[in-house]
């Protein structure tokens, strides 16, 4: 084990403490005051420069040492979700219907033992920018972050995030080049036809049988226009008409999930869903329209900058530990709008497997950020740092 990672198990107790805080507290996208409040302190009383309400709750941490040229980003993330927490545990959320479910209170803190590690001990030249964003749970944070000049104002040669992974032994660094976390649009399309008698339906144009249909002719778009070896999802989750048996509604609307790891597909899978939808609706004589919402986009993390995050997980905890190439997840992350503008990598630290409490799913409402991390990513954070700042 590295003498790093040693250091920061040894004060690990007040930050397994603070995460705790932060998880007792938990604030939904934008309405981090009183987390980002506490960041901010704890960073200027550690000397670094802070800019807070960049992007809202946002703030950037800034630590000029040497004369080196070159400037790091890191990320964390510090939002909750609104679930309602049932893990019963001492420092369960006390906000009802809100709860780090996502582990950002982890994040939150594992960056800042490592800048508290950094300011004290740090060994580097040059510029460490600390980026706490709001919002990552579809807010797009980051998108406003940038909105107010992040990278203008603290320029980087790249940046870097992690984030926890239930399902993966504790402590296991994945990492992964390339598309690593998928595109996530959101589509409501709303059908309208001529409500009418359910027992006449000659005399009405029936939305349901069409959004039926829709439902049905969707499931050919990855399973025919797609290539077999690409990946793509199109989910229908919601699909509402009508309150009763003997009556043809107005009107249908359907809620889609629409996610790809490529560009390409991601453009292709718009324009075919578009054309089916009204070319469907034209055959069944209602009207539809589409709100196509994109949302967060492709995430890639860069050849070069992986490479360099997968030297450093090594150095730190060994190629028993490592996974140099894991498999993309089909979830999305706010992140991959820094890496549209800035080089880096984005890696998962497992939570936990097997029957172990630390492989209760992300966003359950019995999850909870595997305290035996912090260590292990603070000093992560660490040693990245003073290998990128040389
Ligand atoms: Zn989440
Ligand atoms: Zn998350």
Same mark, same amino acid.
């Given at each position: 084990?590295?003498? %790093?990672?040693?250091?920061l198990?040894?004060?690990?107790?007040a930050?397994?403490?603070?995460?705790?805080?932060i998880? !007792?507290?938990?604030?939904?996208?934008?309405?981090?005051?009183?987390?980002?409040a %506490?960041?901010?302190?704890? %960073?200027?009383?550690?000397?670094?420069?802070?800019?807070?309400?960049?992007?809202g709750?946002?703030?950037?941490?800034?630590?000029?040492?040497?004369?080196?040229? !070159?400037?790091?980003?890191?990320?964390?993330?510090?939002?909750?979700?609104?679930?309602?927490?049932?893990?019963?545990?001492?420092?369960?959320?006390?906000?009802?219907?809100?709860?780090?479910?996502?582990?950002?209170?982890?994040?939150?803190?594992?960056?800042?033992?490592?800048?508290?590690?950094l300011?004290?001990?740090?060994?580097?030249?040059?510029?460490?920018?600390?980026?706490?964003?709001?919002?990552?749970?579809?807010?797009?944070?980051?998108?406003?972050?940038?909105?107010?000049?992040?990278?203008?104002?603290?320029?980087?040669?790249?940046?870097?995030a992690?984030?926890?992974m239930?399902?993966?032994?504790?402590?296991?660094?994945?990492?992964?080049?390339?598309?690593?976390?998928?595109?996530?649009?959101?589509?409501?399309?709303?059908?309208?036809?001529?409500?009418?008698?359910?027992?006449?339906?000659? !005399?009405?144009?029936?939305?349901?049988?069409?959004?039926a249909?829709?439902?049905?002719?969707?499931?050919?778009?990855?399973?025919?226009?797609?290539?077999? %070896?690409?990946?793509?999802?199109?989910?229908?989750?919601?699909?509402?008409?009508?309150?009763?048996?003997?009556?043809?509604?107005?009107?249908?609307?359907?809620?889609?999930?629409?996610?790809?790891?490529?560009r390409?597909?991601?453009?292709?899978?718009? !324009?075919?869903?578009?054309?089916?939808?009204?070319?469907?609706?034209?055959?069944?004589?209602?009207?539809?329209?589409?709100?196509?919402?994109?949302?967060?986009?492709?995430?890639?993390?860069?050849?070069?900058?992986?490479?360099?995050?997968?030297?450093?997980?090594?150095?730190?905890?060994?190629?028993?530990?490592?996974t140099?190439?894991?498999?993309?997840?089909?979830?999305?992350?706010?992140?991959?709008?820094?890496?549209?503008?800035?080089?880096?990598?984005?890696?998962?630290?497992?939570?936990?497997?097997?029957?172990?409490?630390?492989?209760?799913?992300?966003?359950?409402?019995?999850?909870?950020?595997?305290?035996?991390?912090?260590?292990?990513?603070?000093?992560?954070?660490a040693?990245?740092?003073?290998?990128?700042?040389?």
């Amino acid at each position: 084990m590295s003498s %790093l990672l040693e250091a920061l198990k040894q004060k690990a107790d007040a930050f397994v403490d603070l995460r705790r805080d932060i998880h !007792r507290h938990p604030e939904l996208a934008f309405d981090e005051h009183r987390t980002s409040a %506490l960041v901010a302190d704890k %960073l200027e009383g550690w000397g670094y420069a802070v800019e807070r309400g960049l992007g809202g709750t946002g703030l950037v941490g800034q630590l000029v040492r040497g004369d080196g040229s !070159r400037r790091l980003g890191l990320r964390a993330d510090m939002d909750a979700l609104p679930i309602h927490e049932t893990t019963g545990l001492p420092h369960a959320s006390c906000h009802a219907g809100v709860m780090h479910a996502c582990g950002h209170d982890g994040h939150t803190a594992m960056l800042l033992a490592a800048a508290q590690h950094l300011a004290e001990h740090g060994r580097f030249s040059g510029t460490l920018n600390l980026i706490f964003q709001p919002a990552e749970e579809g807010g797009g944070g980051a998108l406003r972050m940038m909105d107010d000049g992040l990278f203008e104002k603290y320029p980087c040669d790249a940046v870097f995030a992690m984030h926890n992974m239930p399902g993966i032994a504790q402590g296991r660094l994945v990492l992964r080049e390339g598309a690593a976390m998928a595109s996530s649009d959101y589509v409501s399309v709303t059908l309208t036809g001529v409500g009418g008698h359910g027992a006449m339906p000659h !005399r009405a144009t029936d939305p349901v049988v069409a959004a039926a249909s829709i439902v049905m002719a969707l499931q050919t778009v990855v399973s025919r226009n797609i290539d077999p %070896l690409q990946m793509a999802v199109v989910t229908v989750g919601a699909l509402h008409a009508g309150k009763a048996n003997n009556v043809i509604p107005q009107s249908a609307t359907l809620e889609l999930s629409v996610r790809a790891l490529d560009r390409e597909v991601r453009a292709k899978l718009e !324009r075919r869903i578009k054309a089916l939808i009204a070319a469907q609706a034209e055959s069944f004589e209602v009207q539809a329209q589409i709100d196509w919402r994109p949302g967060y986009a492709v995430l890639v993390n860069t050849p070069d900058e992986t490479a360099f995050a997968r030297e450093v997980a090594l150095e730190l905890v060994g190629d028993e530990s490592v996974t140099l190439q894991g498999p993309a997840v089909t979830g999305s992350e706010d992140f991959a709008f820094m890496l549209e503008r800035v080089p880096g990598s984005y890696l998962f630290i497992g939570n936990g497997d097997g029957d172990s409490a630390g492989a209760c799913m992300v966003h359950n409402p019995g999850y909870d950020f595997n305290d035996a991390n912090l260590p292990i990513g603070a000093a992560y954070w660490a040693l990245l740092a003073q290998r990128f700042l040389v």
